[in-house]
DNA sequence: CGGCTATTTGAGGTACCTCAACGCCCGTGG
DNA sequence: CCACGGGCGTTGAGGTACCTCAAATAGCCG
């Protein structure tokens, strides 16, 4: 059920735990002692793959179980009634998926598999043990909370008030500086492990204008598509047409 | 500087507070002992009152208080590079305002008063201080802020992938709904202190198209507009045209 | 009453949508 | 290795929900 290593006091990974990318992407974000660290990579869990498309939430759950993002990508969506999907969020390797139910007893979106990936599940009781005892790892699940809302009015911004060119190009530089977090090199381009349709629903556009604005950023030459590949150019590129500023993804908090 | 009762172990307001309102707002989605109560309502604050449209907080700023709404509304907003303005959320009384900077160095949006409004300035490290010595109001803040995450996540839907007639009906309805814990009354309709530009800025649309929306839902008896007030039919009937559906509200969790 | 602001209405424009057809990638199985 | 099928991407044509600009009206506050 739960494979967990020793309880290490410095942060050198435990012996056989994956979670080292949960608290590097923590570290990100908040300060952590090597005594946090130690104890976040103690953390009991059940190792799981998954094929893309897969539901990880449903709306209406009563989940058990923080499910950690190790590798690949997922999302959450709601949907309308007219059938209409909108994805509200994009998680990325080392997020945290669900620390909301620690708190809220009701699961209130879906959440998908976009990639595959690879997951920790962490039962929430260990999690919550951890945020008692330790202050400083309790606030680190609240700034990726934070920060996670922080984003989402930025998308209100971006769907509400930008048109479909700089509101793509905004979406795809965030991706970017999101992921050097990650991925040192981001910043010269990252792959989009996207369809135009998902695009789409993260956009509030349909896919057949995601599909006309990336052949408008591409003649820009702000992105890159061979096949159904997308890629994007350097950030410094996008931001040319995305009116983007990183202040709202708080990268300076850990400082 | 700060005008605080006494500590009391009980639920009835402390002599001279006007934190009540804020207990009350807080005990709607968590549960809070007698003490814990106390504590709340025993929190030093500093009283002040503001006219409408006057700015709370900026974008960049360092807070080192938390203005708590004791009556009035405010909104949180962003701005796009070419002016557009996207309200992000709306808070309405007994609201707290910025549990964020408890917990991030910047804030990544303005505020400002809707209507006049009253405000007990809180200093953060008497929250601060709360919070790690009871852990139940550490978890109510934390849900106030998740509960604030998942309305703006509705919102995204809403700006994203409805019409502008179900878009303008879901946030009446939704005002309506919040209103209840204040306002027990306000199932059979509220007036909405908004003008059409600020709704326009809510609802991703412009103030012209606002106003198309709101005749079509005044002739649907959905609404009803005398002079420049705006008052909405009861909830029920609003719901007709909203595709509206409370979950996300999270009112089941203090149960 | 005067002046400001919010609302209302009209006319014309456009960014984006809908529907539909076609073609290309790519995984699958023969 | 090739043939096949299905999903995704691409393109075109026509439609529409919403926007822009502009002017007139109405409410509100001194």
Known sequence: ???????????????????????????????LSTADQGELLALPYQYRELGPNMTILREGDHSQICPILLSGFAFRYKLAADGGRQIVALRIPGDPLDFQSLYLHTVDHHMQSLTPVELALVPLAALERLAETRRSIARAILVDI??????????????????????????????????????????EGIDVPLTQEQLADILGLTPVHVNRTLKTLEEAGAVIRSGRRLRTGAIGVLARFADFTPLYLHRDNAA
């Open 1 to 31: 059920m739960t494979e967990r290593g020793p309880t290490l006091p410095c942060a050198s990974p435990a012996p056989g735990t994956k979670l080292d990318i949960f608290v590097r992407k923590l570290l990100a974000y908040s300060r």
């Open 146 to 187: 934070l920060v996670e809302g922080s984003i989402g009015r930025e998308w209100q911004l971006n769907v509400g008030r930008r048109h479909a060119l700089p509101r793509l190009a905004h979406f795809l530089c965030e991706l970017a500086y999101r992921l050097q977090v990650i991925d040192p090199g981001a910043d």
